[in-house]
T-cell receptor, first 114, second 118 residues
Framework: LAKTTQPISMDSYEGQEVNITCSHNNIATNDYITWYQQFPSQGPRFIIQGYKTKVTNEVASLFIPADRKSSTLSLPRVSLSDTAVYYCLVGDVPRGSTLGRLYFGRGTQLTVWP | EPEVTQTPSHQVTQMGQEVILRCVPISNHLYFYWYRQILGQKVEFLVSFYNNEISEKSEIFDDQFSVERPDGSNFTLKIRSTKLEDSAMYFC????????????????FGDGTRLSIL
């Protein structure tokens, strides 16, 4: 399973755009890239998922270069409530008799300051 | 927006007792999962479940653990004889079937049950 590398922590101020980059050099052809957000004492919350190029939804954008060896989660105009741990995961695609599983790393602790 | 719900939010149990953690997955989802997170540590996969069968389980999921889908809506995790090291947050997740070939559906998580073993 592809291993991901992302910064341990990042700081930002309210209203700024935050970009969190994740490296996944060994990503497999069929792997998707998924980002989750987790607040203390809550479950991981799905943010966005992509396979290639750019994906955008109401909360974030995901940029994936052509080689797919990295990805960047972009959070526009963050607020204090965006302070959380952000996880980048790859794989998790059901194949044959397996349903996929998520391998969480330590994630990136994003702290947004006023 | 549909969500995964878990009960209870907090369970306190004496060591050696049995505990059942309950989950109601998103209604049209077919694939179900349990994860746990010990305080300050990573989220760890326990088991995946589909069509009333375990699909995959991790080394954590030993004989003390079992899962069941007793009816059309609930998905449960049972720990038969709890140990102190079972204290953790337990998360249930579910996933829908991919809408088409070469697409994927993400897992959606509940907010967990905090299990405290005394």
């Amino acid at each position: 399973l592809a291993k991901t590398t992302q910064p341990i922590s990042m700081d930002s101020y309210e209203g700024q755009e935050v970009n969190i980059t994740c490296s996944h050099n060994n990503i497999a052809t069929n792997d998707y890239i998924t980002w989750y957000q987790q607040f203390p004492s809550q479950g991981p919350r799905f943010i966005i998922q992509g396979y290639k190029t750019k994906v955008t939804n109401e909360v974030a954008s995901l940029f994936i270069p052509a080689d797919r060896k990295s990805s960047t989660l972009s959070l526009p105009r963050v607020s204090l409530s965006d302070t959380a741990v952000y996880y980048c995961l790859v794989g998790d695609v059901p194949r044959g008799s397996t349903l996929g599983r998520l391998y969480f790393g330590r994630g990136t602790q994003l702290t947004v300051w006023p | 927006e549909p969500e995964v719900t878990q009960t209870p939010s907090h369970q306190v149990t004496q060591m050696g007792q049995e505990v059942i953690l309950r989950c109601v997955p998103i209604s049209n989802h077919l694939y179900f999962y349990w994860y746990r997170q010990i305080l300050g540590q990573k989220v760890e996969f326990l088991v995946s479940f589909y069509n009333n069968e375990i699909s995959e389980k991790s080394e954590i999921f030993d004989d003390q653990f079992s899962v069941e889908r007793p009816d059309g809506s609930n998905f449960t995790l049972k720990i038969r004889s709890t140990k102190l090291e079972d204290s953790a947050m337990y998360f249930c997740a579910s996933r829908g079937r991919a809408a088409r070939v070469n697409s994927n559906q993400p897992q959606h998580f509940g907010d967990g049950t905090r299990l405290s073993i005394l």
